[in-house]
Nanobody, 126 residues
């Protein structure tokens, strides 16, 4: 089992940038599919981005963040990142990182992931 911890969330102005980090401990995550999800008050947990364990690391993004967010990882440090640019007030949410199996068919479904971090708050002011 892998333990995950997010960091980097804070208050920023609209149009600004943040980089979130998720560090894994307990086991190396080179064999895991990694994902980012977010949850705003009163709303269900929403898919943001994933990166695969195989190949060069194939990525997938939700339509709402395409062109603005970038997911990446460093297997040496067991860290996955979410670079967020051109932030909007509607991006305000608690952001969670997650780990799943080496191959996941339904990558947008949070139930496909086995391990979750505690979450980090991102607030974007208008």
């Amino acid at each position: 089992q892998v333990q995950l911890e997010e960091s980097g969330g804070e208050l920023v102005q609209a149009g600004g940038s943040l980089r979130l980090s998720c560090t894994a401990s307990g086991r190396a995550f080179s064999g895991y599919t990694m994902g980012w999800f977010r949850q705003a008050p009163g709303k269900e947990r929403e898919f943001v981005a994933t990166i695969t364990a195989w190949g060069g690391g194939s990525t997938l993004y939700s339509d709402s963040v395409k062109g603005r967010f970038t997911i990446s990882k460093d297997n040496t440090s067991n860290t996955v990142y979410l670079q967020m640019n051109s932030l909007k007030p509607e991006d305000t949410a608690v952001y969670y990182c997650a780990a799943g199996g080496r191959i996941i068919t339904w990558k947008r479904n949070p139930r496909s992931y086995d391990s979750w971090g505690q979450g980090t708050q991102v607030t974007v002011s208008s």
